[in-house]
């Protein structure tokens, strides 16, 4: 069986992710695969208003690549923040929130540009962008790999058991 690099790179793209986890935090990886889709998103619109239909396809197959590290980075965190038993549960119900963030966005992106037009200020694109970035801040502060690294829910076990010392 011959195979054809498209499907070499399908293939070998999980792995090569595995191996990226192995050595920089989840949570790390998935913001910045957010963070780079939002960032690749603010070229579209500038594509579109010029025309430039090629810069488009490739503008979103390098969001496709980096939104490809979503799923598996999904599956790192729950790893290690849900319980054994509960880690399927967890992660149907956060994967459900990818397609529910279509929906929504078109909706949204609907009506900006029927009350301020494709390419005004508060275009669909900027929009988005601008509550990705707020998202994303919120997130890469707020975030922590594992809940042994979160010293407030240690401190919130310790207080509720009644322990009287505190090492962070």
Known sequence: MKVTPNLYI???SP???IIIVLYIHVFRLFAI?????TSLNLFLPVCLKTQNYPMILIVRIFQGLAEGMLYPTCHGIWAKWAPPLERSRLATISFCGSYAGPVLGYALGGLLVEKYGAYGPLSPFYVS???NYIWLIEFYFSAH???SEWVLLQY????????NTWHP
């Open 33 to 37: 695969a957010v963070g780079t889709s």
């Open 156 to 163: 919130r076990l310790y207080s509720h058991v009644g322990l």
């Open 145 to 147: 790999d594992t809940p």
């Open 15 to 17: 792995y090569v992710i």
């Open 10 to 12: 399908i293939h070998v």
């Open 129 to 131: 962008c601008f509550l």
